[in-house]
Each structure stands twice: as structure tokens, then as C-alpha cells.
T-cell receptor, first 115, second 114 residues
Framework: AQSVTQPDIHITVSEGASLELRCNYSYGATPYLFWYVQSPGQGLQLLLKYFSGDTLVQGIKGFEAEFKRSQSSFNLRKPSVHWSDAAEYFCAVVLNSGGYQKVTFGTGTKLQVIP | EPEVTQTPSHQVTQMGQEVILRCVPISNHLYFYWYRQILGQKVEFLVSFYNNEISEKSEIFDDQFSVERPDGSNFTLKIRSTKLEDSAMYFC????????????FGQGTRLTVV
């Protein structure tokens, strides 16, 4: 069964510092890969997505992610974090079974930004 | 920009009552989904729906749950007899196709069972 691992439950960074959130997946083929952000009590906002092609993907709010097939990873990065980036971040993998999509989410990483 | 809309945003119900969560998917989408997020936990797949049939359901989606597309625009999740453990945020999602595209998520309905 496919799975998504986010090893960091909670990360604290200083405003202006760089950020990297880790994500590893377990799946036989290259799945579709996504990062979502969720503010407290809010819905899921798509940050970026990877289907195929260029392994460095640009997203909204200055985020980017790099797909590394050899490491089964899709880490999220941002060069300079803003206080408004404090939220929970979910890595997600899609199993496309031809008849439907099924999104498998990681357990999330809560980002705290300190002044 | 088209979006998936869910109503209500928050619903409180008594244990044992039936609830219906409503969703309006993006108009030209063909595939529909429900997900659940218990407070503090990850988002979990419940069910996928296409061509008026369930494509797949998770083990969470037991006989207490049902889905329906009653007309050309709405997609509903019904819980027949709610339990305390059904308290969660429920997300509806839709997609136009299954390849090289993402599912678009609604803002969620927070269900509180008391």
C-alpha cells in the first residue's frame, strides 16, 4: 500500500530563515505529488503539484519542491519564511487507478514562525 | 476561478441523528470525493464517486455512510446515525479527469456530534 511520511511533526523557524519540509513516499511507480497548506480551522490550499517532467516545481507564495526519484522524496522549500507561513503543511500522493483518484495524505508538519 | 463549495461550514448535531453534508463540485467535473479529518489528525479518504456509482470506499465508509448526486450540481454525504467519533472536518473534492490533474477541495464542513 502506498504511504506518505512526513518525519517532522513540528518545526520552528525564525522569520526570514530558509525552510525545508521533508516528505517521502512509498509507491511502486512515480505517483502524482502535492503539497497542501492548512491554516487553523481552515480548508486545504494547494501549494504546488508534480505530475511529470521538470523535477523542480514552483508553487504559490514563493514555495518550491523538488522531486527526487532516487530518494522517493518531494521536499518543500522556501528561501525566506514569513510570519504568515505559520500553518500545517501536508504532503500528498495520488494513486491514479484509472477509474478514480485517491489522495493519500501525510500526517502533516506544523510550522511555527518566530520573530 | 471555479471552486468547490460546501454547506454548512459548521454543523452541530446530537448523537444518533442523521446529517447530510452538501457539496457543489466544479460544474464540468466528473469525479467526486469525500475526505475526513479528525481534529489533530491527517486527512483520510472516505469515498470516490463517478457516473453515479461508488468507485472505491475506505474501511471508514461503513453502512452508516452514503453518498448521492441527487441532481446535476449537488453531491451529498449522509451519515445515518451519528456517533461522537464522527466529529471531524469533512472535505468534498472534485476533478475533471483522473490523469495529470488534481482534485479541487472545498473549504470543509466541521461536524460536531454532541
Amino acid at each position: 500500500a502506498q504511504s506518505v511520511t512526513q518525519p517532522d511533526i513540528h518545526i520552528t523557524v525564525s522569520e526570514g530563515a530558509s525552510l525545508e519540509l521533508r516528505c517521502n513516499y512509498s509507491y511502486g511507480a512515480t505517483p502524482y505529488l502535492f503539497w497542501y497548506v492548512q491554516s487553523p480551522g481552515q480548508g486545504l490550499q494547494l501549494l504546488l503539484k508534480y505530475f511529470s517532467g521538470d523535477t523542480l516545481v514552483q508553487g504559490i507564495k514563493g514555495f518550491e519542491a523538488e522531486f527526487k526519484r532516487s530518494q522517493s522524496s518531494f521536499n518543500l522549500r522556501k528561501p525566506s519564511v514569513h510570519w504568515s507561513d505559520a500553518a500545517e503543511y501536508f504532503c500528498a500522493v495520488v494513486l491514479n487507478s484509472g477509474g478514480y483518484q485517491k489522495v493519500t495524505f501525510g500526517t502533516g508538519t506544523k510550522l511555527q514562525v518566530i520573530p | 476561478e471555479p471552486e468547490v463549495t460546501q454547506t454548512p461550514s459548521h454543523q452541530v448535531t446530537q448523537m444518533g441523528q442523521e446529517v447530510i453534508l452538501r457539496c457543489v463540485p466544479i460544474s464540468n467535473h466528473l469525479y467526486f470525493y469525500w475526505y475526513r479529518q479528525i481534529l489533530g489528525q491527517k486527512v483520510e479518504f472516505l469515498v470516490s464517486f463517478y457516473n453515479n456509482e461508488i468507485s472505491e470506499k475506505s474501511e471508514i465508509f461503513d453502512d452508516q455512510f452514503s453518498v448521492e448526486r441527487p441532481d446535476g450540481s449537488n453531491f451529498t454525504l449522509k451519515i445515518r446515525s451519528t456517533k461522537l467519533e464522527d466529529s471531524a472536518m469533512y472535505f468534498c473534492a472534485s476533478s475533471f479527469r483522473t490523469e495529470n490533474t488534481e482534485a479541487f477541495f472545498g473549504q470543509g464542513t466541521r461536524l460536531t456530534v454532541v
